[in-house]
């Protein structure tokens, strides 16, 4: 039971250990399985639909476990008709179609479990505050982290590099000190350090890409020096694709002693995930991209970083004592969670872990990555139509421009028949004008995409320009 004195979530002996919890002398636990003792049998997250049978060649032969039909049936807003069209979701790198099992698991905890977390001794105020941390510890594992501990909730990427700005930054930060941050960043990781450069004094150095859309990594290493307090990357473009050699760039960062913060906000849903073995200083994801609710992300750090970093916001659940003269604060991850947690959207993360684990990560990396080629394919026999960007190593991102057409008449015109794409700078006006662009037209796959829907893609792309001509 939780006592008065006990105000982060800490627990009396005798109660049952968290979900997913680590246990001293044993090693960190994957996601917890549904039905795993503490968690509220309502919120225990629903199987997904048996796969169908496979097809030859496809990656459900190879794995035994996947393929794209099993988890559309799962998602409910992928049934429903867009423009009298069946709807053809290519928005996915803007924000992931939800499965049932989230949208369940969201609709169990306002309708079974609602309570606030962490100080409450009654019944409810217990099973949130075990699932809360139960989605901790889930996220950890999920991420290769080497405890719970190491994972502070945010309200998604953008909050959680502004946490380490705000924090770390203004902590560490001083006049002359460089902060490098590669030309593929979304604005979230760019504005971010920005705003505590100049309140520092410190320089936002910006790393070069080359011609691909691949990090020029010659540049990169010239850039480094003992000035270099911060290298920001992300682990995988939203405009481009593309996915640096971030576990090397870190290595070469440490020999400067600069921290590196990975945005994988466009990676964790396609592809594995081991902070330990990138060795990053810090990790930052948003669920929403992950199949998981809007509002809510996770930050990890390592835990010596983490430790030295002081709170940025203050209020609830994140102090110890506080008088008018002194204030002490919660341990970490705590003092990092002012005021009430995300708490329903922390059982929805859980869930879509849940969810996309059970389909093998290899085996969904390796679809996309032959859905990707398909793509390409398809869309080099559009006539005008050129994709930006052709690194060695992509997610299944295609940014394009179609000749004669603004993004937004070829986004418009492909809404109409159920397509959705997305259309614009996409947050990361850098990486466009590398190629001397302001706007352009993206999609963007995920798992439940098939190759019917990119050949969907494609002859409205051919139909747009054909009319065009004619």
């Known amino acids: 039971m939780t006592t008065p004195d006990m105000p982060w979530g800490t627990y009396a002996p005798g109660m049952a250990q968290l979900p ?43 794995s035994g476990r996947f393929t794209p039909e099993a988890a559309r049936r799962d998602v409910p807003v992928l049934q429903r008709p867009v423009n009298g069209r069946p709807v053809v979701w290519l928005d996915n790198g803007a924000t992931t179609q939800k499965p049932r099992q989230v949208i369940e698991t969201l609709a169990a905890y306002y309708a079974t479990a609602n309570s606030n977390i962490h100080r409450g001794a009654h019944t409810m105020a217990r099973e949130a505050t075990e699932l809360y941390e139960g989605g901790r510890a889930a996220v950890a594992g999920f991420l290769g982290a080497p405890s719970p501990d190491t994972i502070v909730f945010t309200r998604g990427t953008t909050e959680a590099v502004n946490l380490v ?43 070069p890409l080359l011609p691909d859309g691949s990090i020029d990594q010659d540049a990169y290493a010239d850039l480094l020096s003992f000035r270099t307090q911060l290298v920001a990357i992300s682990h995988a473009s939203n405009v481009l694709g593309t996915v640096p050699p971030v576990k090397e760039m870190t290595a070469l960062a440490h020999r400067y002693d600069a921290k590196v913060l990975v945005d994988g906000a466009q990676a964790v849903a396609h592809f594995p995930v081991d902070v330990q073995d990138l060795d990053s200083d810090f990790y930052v994801f948003s669920g929403h991209k992950l199949y998981a609710p809007t509002g809510i992300g996770a930050l990890y750090a390592k835990p010596e970083v983490l430790a030295g970093m002081p709170p940025w916001q203050g209020g609830g659940n994140m102090i110890d004592q506080v008088e008018f003269g002194r204030v002490t604060y919660a341990p970490v991850p705590h003092r990092f969670e002012a005021g009430t947690g995300h708490i329903s959207g922390v059982a929805g993360l859980r869930s879509a872990i849940d969810w996309l684990s059970s389909f093998g990560r290899e085996a969904v990396a390796a679809y996309e990555t032959a859905l990707l080629a398909h793509a390409r394919q398809a869309l080099a026999a559009v006539p005008g139509l050129t994709v930006l960007g052709d690194a060695p190593e992509k997610i299944a991102v295609l940014t394009f421009t179609l000749a ?13 028949a159920g397509i959705a794409v997305r259309a614009g700078h996409h947050c990361a006006q850098p990486s466009l004008r590398h190629y001397g662009l ?6 963007s796959l995920a798992l439940y995409n098939t190759a019917e829907e990119v050949d969907q893609l494609a002859a409205s792309l051919t139909q747009l320009q054909l009319q065009g001509a004619g």
């Open 404 to 416: 004669g057409h603004d993004p937004m008449t070829v986004a418009r015109w492909l809404d109409q």
């Open 165 to 207: 700005a705000q924090s770390w930054g203004r902590a560490n930060l001083g006049p002359g000190d460089e902060i490098l941050v590669s030309t593929l960043e979304h604005h979230s990781n760019i504005v971010p350090w920005q705003l505590i450069a100049k309140e520092r004094r410190a320089r936002v150095v910006p790393i």
């Open 20 to 62: 997913g919890t680590q246990v001293p002398g044993t090693a960190l636990p994957g996601t917890p399985p549904p039905g795993t003792p503490g968690l509220p049998p309502q919120l225990a997250p629903a199987a997904p639909a048996a796969p169908a049978q496979p097809t030859a060649g496809s990656a459900a032969t190879r």
């Open 438 to 443: 302001e706007t352009a037209t993206r999609a």
